[in-house]
């Protein structure tokens, strides 16, 4: 191989799912073991790998979509290793161990398709936003990988009495467990969320974590339903 190209190469396969550098997504792909992707995410492949976009087990879950609170996802299935990423955002990694997640629909890249997921409704925020939140909760023994604009940050709540403020354009996921509620502020309103005026934030308390990444383009904030 060209010297120079040599420190672009695969590593060996070392999980099922892991970081080729900060912004690819490398996918040990396997007979028996779909995947969920976001439709258009394919940058690459190795082997027999095959795609279905819109099955329709994801037809069924995310029926409420057409509203706008997801992302169009496919079935790939097969042997081989497949490499996604999304407009050269960073790619975040997590083995959920029997835990939960809730995932910015914008920011889920992919995840295993036998984990248990859906639409649900953030509580705690409607009196700010309408109807209130939605977002994707996954959970289960598998495989996720979420974007960020930017290298993100992971807010460990610790489980004390403070609590952690997040501007909505920013936030990627957080803990499901996490009690949630929104906090008006006037005062921050033209400090926080530069392009998103909004005029509060999302407050967390309990034990859990939150992943923040550093755009807050309002194109990535969590979907209001109308």
């Known amino acids: 191989m060209n010297q120079p190209l040599a420190g672009f190469a695969p590593a ?4 099922r799912m892991e970081n080729h550098g900060n912004h690819m997504l490398k996918v040990a792909m ?30 069924q879950i995310a029926r409420d979509w057409v509203t706008g ?29 029997g835990d939960a997640i809730s995932v910015n629909a914008t920011n889920l890249l992919a995840f295993d398709a036998h984990l248990t997921w859906g ?3 953030v509580k705690g925020l409607a ?16 495989w996720v990988a979420l974007t960020s604009r930017g290298k ?7 489980g004390g009495e403070d609590e952690t403020y997040v501007d909505p354009d920013a936030l990627v996921a957080w803990s499901p467990n996490l009690k949630v509620k929104g906090k008006r502020s006037f005062k921050a309103q ?12 999302m407050a967390f308390s309990g ?11 309002s194109t990535d904030r969590l979907r209001v339903r109308g």
């Open 30 to 59: 396997q007979t028996g073991n779909d995947l969920l992707a976001r439709v258009g995410s394919m940058v690459a492949y190795e082997g027999f790998v095959q795609y279905e976009p819109n099955p329709p087990a994801v037809r």
């Open 152 to 158: 993100p940050i992971v807010v460990d709540c610790g």
């Open 190 to 201: 033209a400090l926080i969320g530069r392009g998103s005026g909004e005029a509060y934030q």
């Open 12 to 15: 060996p396969v070392a999980a």
């Open 69 to 97: 609170e997801g992302a169009p996802l496919m079935k790939c299935s097969g042997d081989g290793l497949l490499y996604l990423a999304d407009y050269g955002a960073n790619v975040v990694v997590i083995n959920l161990n």
């Open 119 to 121: 639409v649900e409704r």
């Open 127 to 142: 009196k700010f936003a309408g109807q209130g939140l939605w977002n994707t909760k996954i959970s289960g023994q598998g």
């Open 207 to 217: 034990q859990g974590i939150v992943v923040v990444q550093p755009s807050e383009d």
